[in-house]
């Protein structure tokens, strides 16, 4: 059972450069999110997808845009990279909304550097 | 701004010994709280989750929770090396949209020594 996974794991891209990460989840979740994680600032929410169909802004959407392309996958891009977007980035899936019993389980990780 | 703070520590304590982890957190209506433990260079893994007030075991970690001084904890009982890790407490804020939304704090840095 993979879980959630994301690709690519290291990327390292120059300003100005556009990618996009992967991500899917076989754990037939509703809910998938993605989070960026700084040192010194912790977790935070770029952006989420309640359900298929559906995206919202998270707590530091500029300068992303998401897909949700369907109840597996759950996409992020950088249109224009900069180096204040060098960090780590996780996805993650949850059922349906948290508490109650359900939480976020993350992906493994990607770690993007923008020179 | 919601928050939720913990001291960044590192919290260091001798093999077999109790580690307590502190959070407290602003929005006096949240409702769910959780820890995760994260080790150098991997992602959150999820220990506990706690919602009503008092104390929650699962083998040797217990969470504490007390919703009138806007405090959780975690407790873990007989400290191995192996538990030397970041732990994260979050918070899911008061309903009103924020279903979906965990905020984290910055996290705790435990070393247990040998």
């Known amino acids: 059972n993979a879980g959630v996974t994301q690709t690519p794991k290291f990327q390292v891209l120059k300003t100005g450069q556009s990618m996009t990460l992967q991500c899917a989840q076989d754990m037939n979740h509703n809910s998938m999110y993605w989070y960026r994680q700084d040192p010194g600032m912790g977790l935070r929410l770029i952006y989420y997808s309640a359900s298929e169909g559906t995206t919202d802004k998270g707590e530091v959407p500029n300068g992303y845009n998401v897909s949700r392309l369907n109840k597996r996958e759950f996409s992020l891009r950088l249109e224009s990279a900069a180096p204040s977007q060098t960090s780590v980035y996780f996805c993650a899936s949850s059922e349906t909304e948290l508490g109650s019993g359900n939480t976020i389980y993350f992906g493994e990780g990607s770690w993007l550097t923008v020179v | ?114």
């Not at chain 2, 502190?22 to 919602?51: A, H, V």
């Open chain 2, 1 to 114: 701004q919601k928050e939720v703070e913990q001291n960044s520590g590192p919290l260091s304590v001798p093999e077999g010994a109790i580690a307590s982890l502190n959070c407290t957190y602003s929005d006096r209506g949240s409702q769910s709280f959780f820890w995760y433990r994260q080790y150098s260079g991997k992602s959150p893994e999820l220990i506990m989750f706690i919602y009503s007030n008092g104390d929650k075991e699962d083998g040797r970690f217990t969470a504490q929770l007390n919703k009138a001084s806007q405090y959780v904890s975690l407790l873990i009982r007989d400290s191995q090396p192996s538990d030397s890790a970041t732990y994260l407490c979050a918070v899911r804020p008061n309903s009103g949209g924020s279903n979906y939304k965990l905020t984290f704090g910055k996290g705790t840095l435990l070393t247990v020594n040998p």
